[in-house]
C-alpha cells in the first residue's frame, strides 16, 4: 500500500538543515514526499540532499520546462494530500496569508485543496512583529495548522519563540493527516514480541536467542496496514517502528501483565515473543555464590500468555508463533489446536535459522487451511503475514464484532 504523498516546501532559514530529517521521517512513516524548495531555501541547504533523501529531483520554479512537462504546478497541487511547509520564514507566512503565487511554493499552496500546515522559523522579533502575528492569525482563521514555533536558543544568538519544531515533532503532529486506509484501518492489534529475561539473582537471568526481528517487523507492517498497533517487547536492541506504541518488559510475568492491562479494545492478538517457558522458583536476593562442582535449578512453568488470551469469553482474533528444530508443520497444528488459536506462523529454527537472522520463511495453519510463504526478508514476509492475517480476520465473526462496537 502506497504511503500518503506529501509536498514538503522549505524556505529560507537557517533552520532549513531540520528539513532533511523531516522529510527522512516522513519517508521512515510511509509517505512519498516531493520536495519545493524556495530561492531563499537553496541559500541553505542543497537540493542534492533533499533528492538523495526523498528519491525525488526537487522542484524549485514555475519555469522549469522539463520538470513543468513531467507533472506541471498544477497537477503537482493536485497529486497533495498534504502541504507541509518547514521552516516557514516570516516573508513565507506573509506570501501564503495575502494569496501569492509569484514562486512555485505559494502557487502550489493556492492551487491545491490539500491541508496546509507551516512550522514558522525566525528571529523572536520577527516572530513577535505584529504583521506576523496578523498573518499567523489570518492562515489559521482559513484552516492552515500552525506547528509550533518553540521557544529557546535561536542560531541568531537571542533567545525566544521563533525556533522551528524538531523534525520528530512535526511529523508527529501531522502523523494524523498520514495515516492511510489500510485493510486493518481503526483495529487496534497487541503483539508481544522479543525474549523475556527470568531473573535468578539480580545479575543473572535465564533467556533465550530471540532479536524481536520479526515480531518488530510485524508491528510494522500491522502499522502499514492502518492499524492501531500496541507493542509488548521483552529486551532487544531494536527501536519501535514509527507511529507503534511500545510497552517494555523483561520477564515472562511482567508480560503477562502487560498483555492483561492493554487487551481491552483489541481486535488481534499476536504471540510473537519467546516467551520463557519456565522461571527459577525463586529470585535469590543477593548472586548466587558458586559452591560445589555442581549446581541444581528449582524451575516453575510460566503462564501460557497466548493461551490465556484465548480462553477468554470476548478474546480477539489470535495469532500464534511456533518456532520449532523438528517436524515443524506437525508441531504447529498440534499447537494451533491446543491453544485454540485462529491462526499460527511456523518456522525453522536452529543454527543459522529465523533467529537473529534478516530472512525468514514461514508456513501459515489455521484449520481447515495453509499457505507457504516463501524465504524472503523479516519485513516483506510480516507484510505477506499481516495481508493474510487481514484476510483471514476479515472472514471471522470476531471482526463483525469489532466493527459493530468500534
Ligand atoms: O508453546 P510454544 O512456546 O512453542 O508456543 C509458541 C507460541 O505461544 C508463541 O505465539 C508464543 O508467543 C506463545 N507463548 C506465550 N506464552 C508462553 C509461551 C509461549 O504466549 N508462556
Keep these: 500500500m502506497q504511503g500518503k504523498r506529501v509536498i514538503v516546501g522549505v524556505t529560507g532559514g537557517i533552520a532549513a538543515y531540520k528539513a532533511a530529517e523531516l522529510v527522512r521521517r516522513l519517508v521512515e512513516r510511509g509517505a512519498q514526499v516531493q520536495v519545493v524548495m524556495t530561492a531563499g531555501a537553496q541559500q541553505f541547504v542543497t537540493a542534492t540532499t533533499f533528492q538523495a533523501l526523498s528519491g525525488r529531483p526537487v522542484r524549485d520554479s514555475l519555469w522549469d520546462v522539463a520538470a513543468e512537462a513531467a507533472m506541471g504546478h498544477i497537477e503537482l497541487a493536485r ?9 516557514a520564514s516570516a516573508d513565507f507566512l506573509a ?5 501569492h503565487a509569484d514562486d512555485l511554493l505559494t502557487t502550489l499552496c493556492l ?3 490539500a491541508p496546509i500546515a507551516v512550522a514558522p522559523a525566525m528571529n523572536r522579533i520577527m516572530w513577535a ?7 499567523v492569525a489570518l492562515l ?5 495548522q500552525v506547528l509550533g514555533p518553540a521557544a529557546g536558543d535561536q542560531a541568531c544568538g537571542e533567545t525566544g519563540p521563533g525556533r522551528m519544531l ?7 503532529l501531522i502523523a494524523p493527516a498520514l495515516q492511510t486506509q489500510g485493510p486493518l484501518s481503526g483495529r487496534r492489534v497487541l503483539i508481544t514480541a522479543g525474549p523475556t529475561r527470568e531473573a535468578l539473582d539480580p545479575v543473572r537471568f535465564i533467556s533465550n536467542r530471540s532479536s524481536g526481528k520479526m515480531g518488530y517487523a510485524v508491528a510494522q507492517a500491522l502499522r502499514e496496514a492502518g492499524a492501531e498497533v500496541v507493542l509488548v517487547s521483552g529486551p532487544v536492541a531494536l527501536c519501535a517502528p514509527p507511529g507503534v506504541r511500545r510497552v517494555d518488559v523483561e520477564s515472562a510475568q511482567q508480560m503477562t501483565e502487560a498483555v492483561q492491562r492493554e487487551l481491552p479494545g483489541t481486535a488481534i492478538f499476536i504471540g510473537a515473543a519467546a516467551v520463557a517457558d519456565y522461571r527459577p ?7 548466587i555464590k558458586k559452591t560445589g562442582d555442581c549446581m541444581q535449578l528449582a524451575m516453575n512453568r510460566t503462564e501460557d500468555i497466548i493461551s490465556a488470551v484465548a480462553a477468554r469469553a470476548d478474546r480477539p482474533f489470535v495469532v500464534g508463533f511456533a518456532a520449532e528444530t523438528t517436524a515443524v508443520e506437525q508441531h504447529a497444528r498440534e499447537k494451533l489446536l491446543r491453544k485454540n488459536l485462529d491462526l499460527i506462523a511456523a518456522n525453522e529454527v536452529g543454527a543459522c535459522k529465523a533467529f537473529d537472522c534478516d530472512e525468514n520463511a514461514l508456513v501459515v495453519l489455521w484449520r ?7 524465504s524472503a526478508p523479516k519485513l516483506d514476509l510480516a507484510r505477506a503475514l499481516v495481508a493474510l492475517i487481514a484476510e483471514r480476520y476479515s472472514e471471522h465473526p470476531q471482526a463483525a464484532n469489532h466493527a459493530a462496537h468500534g
Excluded: F, M, Y
Design 281 to 287: 522458583s525463586e529470585c535469590a536476593a543477593d548472586k
Design 140 to 144: 489559521q482563521q482559513r484552516g492552515v
Design 111 to 113: 492551487a491545491t485543496e
Design 79 to 87: 497529486w497533495a494530500e498534504l502541504i507541509v511547509v518547514a521552516p
Design 95 to 99: 506570501r501564503l496569508a495575502h494569496g
Design 166 to 172: 524538531e523534525a520528530v515533532q512535526i511529523a508527529d
Design 368 to 374: 481447515g487451511g495453509r499457505r507457504e510463504l516463501p
Design 129 to 135: 512583529n505584529a504583521a506576523t502575528q496578523s498573518n
